[in-house]
């Protein structure tokens, strides 16, 4: 494997459509950071609602402590999924998938290269800089 991305021969067409999957595909990973964060501050807000739960014990509001402990700290959040599911389907079945798609068209058309049209820009600044 070639690291020089210019001894590739890709088309216009191929490193164009190289460099949108690339770049989707950091916009899946970007989502998927979104998406544990979105777990990490869920799982913040349960523990709090937890807490309330006490608090609410504490202060004499047995039936509103009984109907958060049985109704919503059990919940799930979405489609009764508890987030740490969200997560791992997410993961196992759509980025590795994905990660793996992107993998075998960057090993066809570049060689394995990744980022050729950044490299080559790249490389046509510090050419265009030692010109001058």
């Known amino acids: 494997m070639s690291s020089d991305p210019d001894d590739l021969e890709l088309t216009d067409a191929e490193e164009d459509a190289l460099h949108e ?15 544990l964060e979105f777990h990490h501050e869920l799982g ?9 739960e006490e608090l609410l014990r504490e202060a004499g509001h047995e039936e509103r402590a009984n109907q958060l402990r ?3 700290l059990p919940a799930g959040a979405i489609s009764d999924q508890w987030t740490f599911e969200l997560v791992e389907e997410f993961s196992t079945s759509f980025l590795e998938d994905v ?13 394995g290269i990744g980022h050729v049209t950044e490299r080559r820009q790249k490389q046509k600044l510090r050419d265009r800089a030692r010109d001058d």
């Open 99 to 111: 990660d793996d798609f992107e993998d075998e068209v960057r090993d066809e058309l570049a060689d």
């Open 44 to 52: 913040h807000a349960m523990d709090r609602m937890g807490n309330a």
């Open 21 to 35: 999957l690339q770049l989707g595909m950091e916009y899946v990973h970007r989502a998927y950071g979104n998406l």
């Open 70 to 72: 049985d109704d919503h």
